[in-house]
């Protein structure tokens, strides 16, 4: 079989990429490697948290609230304490003096307000799930009994349900001190948006709801923590996306100094933004562990992560758009209002500011305005899910823009080609405010279009409706764009970002010539290992195999940011590339040494460096590698090493873009949906490996579908998780998605030195409108101008009841 | 306590067990066979998928009493000197991002083409309807069950074409 898979555009990049050949003269760049990481996934041998087990290792449970809200009047774990095997309990009240606040890391306005979020409840809960007692017991089994015998005394309050209803006088109060369930006003207006409407002609107004939705990596969180009680160490190994955040924030929270704790993400199993956080039950293991003097183990069973894990989305936009008749974009105007749940987690409220730049998507328009309303609600808090206030942007301005089409007559593609951002004109400024380097929207239209046969299901469209058959075909378009790569740092400092966004990574040359790459990104199922040993074979000129990469340890990768907001690839990576650059100019001065050549009259390529105009004159980079570890004869004052560290802090954010086109059968009978085909042309840039970016895309996808078709977490009236396993939320299956076509274009970024984007989170963006898109497209003739999400089959045929005049 | 005799990936056990304990948690906790995770409590996700005398079984969906005298294959047990053509295939096909449902997901595979060995792309997607994937979508895992079903009947795969099988890379 071969290794490369077909891609017409990254064979002509090996073609022409001789200087930077790997050692058998094929460039690593753009290889469809198969992934190193595979071996032990498909074989059972993967270290997942709750696979490790310590000796004298004790178990936790933890008992949460069955309440939405509610005083806690009164906990007595004494009962539980009887129930053999149990070794400790403790109440939120015991613990309250181990630790301080649950961090939010993104206060976004100076007056935000900021609730207290102690790991265990103690004088209130206020959410279904929140933790009210943690018991210690000899096995899971144990501990999960003894749960049953903690006496838990509430006085209910009020559930706040409805965040509009939240924002009311006089609405019950999620923080009663706070005096209000409004967390912040975060408002933005770029132009004159008042002076856009006024010379606008047309004004198309509409309300999307973005649904809660659970994030459900289908590892489960877990903790293992470790003391070593008499120096007061501790080694946490925890199922997270960000062990070098957490480490800081572990501290802070506990007063255990920084030094003294390690954190290690082993193998982690999915994580779609769930993961980047500091979760109560991390700070309990640990305070329990340094408590008790044992190793300890929490895994959460899923039914539990659905309350105790953070959700994503849960945002209902008010978008207006204004244009003139002849299509031409004057303005845009948001109202947004995001439910914060119960507290703020790690970067609960900046999700939503996240998307805040993004809702003019590839459009050119002379104004914009948006608010953002954060709201506190009796439900799990909110936190980043991928896409992280992105796909929020994207479907309003995708959506509105199908609505505005055809308010003007006009197809909805050619209106989007009439208002998009040229080609020729990047690096193209924004009304969002955000500089756009590159991008060629004409080129991924094109090239999705001829795949999808656009003009061929316009035709078979138009016939079913004309013979009004029960099944209508619908056509959906979603042209996005997205900022990911969360950096530079100054950006996220002048939006309140607790931190910064530069990422760190270190290359060291064995005395073998083997290459051991440090990063401080945390991988958990994306293939760094795979794709940055690329990258350094590709800078260093060695073999693929003759590189390992190092994570998710902050002994052994000290010095990282991590990974989420598809920033790994073009900060991380590009950190990779960088440090191998420092390792080649100290092997240069080495091996111009060794030649007696002038440095500057060595050349570099196929990892050896050559006298030029002396062929039989060479070093390879591993000769210089032993060289400098025997240090007998370097150059005068060299140290001897040639390991590297890069810390990348970039100047821009990275701009993925491309075409997603859906083609939606909806039987206007039963409202039952099918996908017919889906097309996504994406343009990220300069690939490393295709094999896994066209995984990224199909993943991504699939999480997008789900939103649009399927997924939704449901409270009922006493602020009960209704969908509480995975029984009632549905996570789509094999049988519920379609194949998809995808294909590439590839417009470098001009913002980094391989010219890559990322791709994690593009497909999740692009996909909920295409879909939504395609079902009310199919409608249109019943009259119908919104299907609430997710599309289900009753939603679908209910709305054609009432907005479709088939009643 | 009860007494149970399971023969697990060509090992037998013999333990006392509570007659509650689940077999994937016999399987873990209690044998340290910790390659078949666990996904949910519900049964629904598959992930802890492990093949009792041949067919797929959730192991969180049955008691470990009531695999006493069987023979059980996990995913640690699967290959055979070499690895099995499912697990080439999901390599070779990037089935698998980050590996979490992959035990499970290979090992109803294995049982889908034992049943059906020349399933159409339509009947892997239902075959598989009980193991749910966050990461890839099922794009790849279709390809790879059916790449795989192509080297169980001989018509693709030759030995050694699959030059990275062994994750010697």
């Known amino acids: 079989m071969t290794e490369e898979i077909d891609a017409g555009l990254v064979a002509e990049e090996i073609a022409e990429a001789g200087a930077l050949a790997g050692p058998d003269g094929t460039r690593e760049l753009g290889r469809g490697r198969r ?57 939120g009240a015991d613990l309250a003096d181990s630790w301080g606040s649950l961090p939010c890391a993104w206060p976004v306005t100076a007056d935000m307000v900021q609730p207290a979020h102690p790991p265990i409840a103690a004088e209130e809960v206020r959410h279904v799930g929140d933790a009210v007692a943690v018991v210690v017991a000899r096995d899971r089994y144990a501990a999960a009994d003894a749960l049953e015998a903690i006496d838990v005394d509430y006085e209910p309050l009020p559930p706040v349900l409805d965040m509009e209803a939240a924002l009311q006088d006089g609405a019950p109060l999620v923080h009663s001190d706070a005096g209000t369930n409004r967390c912040y006003l975060w408002p933005l207006e770029t132009g004159d948006y008042a002076a856009a409407r006024e010379a606008a002609e047309v004004v198309v107004r509409r309300r999307f709801v973005h649904q809660r939705l659970i994030p459900n990596a289908m590892e489960p969180r877990a903790v293992v923590v470790a003391p070593i009680a008499a120096a007061d160490e501790y080694t946490l190994y925890s199922s997270t996306q960000v062990p070098h955040i957490l480490r800081v924030m572990l501290a802070i929270v506990t007063g255990i100094p920084e030094q003294k704790i390690r954190v290690i993400a082993p193998d982690v199993g999915g994580g779609f933004g769930s993961k980047l956080d500091v979760y109560a039950e991390e700070v309990i293991a640990l305070v329990v562990a ?79 305005k948006l608010d953002i309303t954060g709201v506190f609600t009796t439900k799990t808090p909110t936190d980043a899910y991928r896409g992280a206030g992105r796909p929020e942007a994207t479907f309003a301005i995708e959506r509105i823009m199908d609505e505005l089409a055809v308010e003007l007559g006009r197809d909805p593609i050619d209106l989007r080609r009439q208002n998009w951002i040229k080609h020729e004109e990047f690096p193209y400024t924004t009304a969002g405010g955000l500089t756009y380097d590159s991008g060629n929207y004409d080129a991924a239209t094109g090239k999705a279009t001829a795949l999808f046969d656009y003009d061929g299901l316009r035709r078979e469209q138009a016939e079913r409706r004309d013979r009004k058959d029960p099944v209508q075909l619908g056509i959906g378009v979603s042209t996005y764009t997205e900022m990911c790569g969360l950096a530079p740092s100054r950006v996220l400092g002048s939006l309140s970002y607790g931190a910064g966004g530069w990422e760190a990574a270190g290359v060291r040359m064995l005395p073998t010539g083997r290459v051991e790459v440090v990063t401080g990104t945390s991988p958990h199922g994306q293939g760094h290992a795979t794709a940055w040993s690329q990258i350094a074979a590709d800078a260093l000129g060695v073999p693929f195999e003759d590189v390992e990469v190092i994570h998710g340890d902050t002994d052994s990768s000290p010095k990282g940011m991590d990974t989420y907001g598809s920033r790994s690839l073009v900060i991380g990576g590009i950190a990779v590339h960088l440090a191998c650059g420092k390792v080649i100019d100290k092997a240069r001065r080495v091996a111009a040494h060794l030649l007696e050549a002038a440095e500057q009259d060595l050349e570099f390529a196929k990892g050896t460096f050559t006298v030029k105009g002396s062929p039989e004159a060479t070093k390879t980079i591993q000769e210089v590698a032993l060289a400098t570890f025997a240090a007998h004869n370097l150059p005068e004052g060299m140290e001897p090493t040639l390991d590297s560290e890069a810390v990348l802090d970039p100047d821009n954010f990275s701009y993925p873009h491309g075409t997603h086109l859906c083609a939606v059968e909806v039987d206007t009978e039963t409202g039952g949906t099918r996908i017919r085909s889906y097309v996504a042309v994406d343009d990220v840039g300069k690939v490393i490996n295709p094999l896994i970016v066209e995984g990224q895309v199909h ?87 919104e299907v609430p999400m997710p599309c289900t089959p009753e939603r679908v045929w209910r709305t054609l009841q009432e907005q479709g005049g088939l009643r | 306590m009860a007494r149970v005799s399971i023969k697990v990936d060509g090992v037998t056990y013999e333990d006392e067990v509570e007659p509650r304990r689940l077999l994937v948690h016999h399987l873990r906790d209690g044998l340290g066979r910790v390659g078949t995770p666990v996904g949910c409590d519900t049964s629904n996700c598959g992930a802890c ?63 889908l083409l034992r049943n059906n060995p020349d399933p159409t792309a339509e009947e892997v997607r239902h075959g598989l309807e009980g193991n749910l994937c966050r990461c890839t979508g099922y794009v790849n895992i279709v390809r790879a069950v059916l790449a795989a079903a192509a080297e169980l009947r001989g018509e693709a795969a030759k030995p050694g074409a699959f030059s990275e099988a062994g994750g010697a890379s």
């Open chain 1, 35 to 91: 992934r190193k990481e595979d071996a032990k996934l498909l074989t059972g041998q993967t270290t997942w948290t709750d696979n490790i087990t310590l000796p004298g290792m004790l178990h936790l449970a933890i008992l949460r609230s069955p309440m939405a809200h509610a005083r806690v009047t009164g906990v007595d774990v004494s009962a539980a304490l009887e129930r053999p095997g149990v070794i400790a309990a403790f109440s």
């Open chain 1, 699 to 785: 993943g991504g996808l699939a999480q997008g579908i789900g939103q649009a078709l399927f997924e939704e977490a449901v409270y009922d009236e006493d602020g009960n998780l209704t969908t509480g396993t995975m029984v009632d939320y549905l996570v789509p299956s094999a049988a519920d998605l379609p194949e998809f076509v995808t294909d590439r274009t590839e417009t470098p970024a001009t913002s980094n030195p391989l010219g890559v984007k990322g791709v994690g989170e593009a497909g999740t963006i692009a996909a909920t409108p295409a879909v939504v898109n395609a079902i009310v497209d199919a409608l249109r003739p019943y009259g119908v101008t």
């Open chain 1, 290 to 368: 340094k408590r008790i003097g044992r190793p300890v183990k929490w895994t959460e069973s899923r039914s539990e992560g659905y309350q105790a894990t953070i959700h994503g989305r849960d945002v209902i936009q008010d978008v207006e758009i204004a244009a003139m008749r002849d299509g031409t974009l004057r303005g845009l105007k948001v109202d947004l209002f995001a439910d914060m749940g119960a507290y703020l987690q790690l970067v609960t409220p900046g999700i939503p500011v996240l998307g805040a730049f993004m809702y003019p998507g590839i459009y050119k328009m002379d104004a914009y």
């Open chain 2, 49 to 111: 998928t492990v093949l009792v005398d041949g067919e797929s079984v959730k192991s969180c969906s049955v008691l470990a009493v009531q695999a006493d005298g069987a023979e059980i294959t996990t995913i640690q047990g699967l290959a055979d000197g070499e690895w099995h053509p499912v697990q080439k295939a999901f390599r070779e096909h990037h089935g698998l991002q980050c590996g979490y449902c992959t035990p499970g997901m290979v090992l109803a595979a294995v049982d």
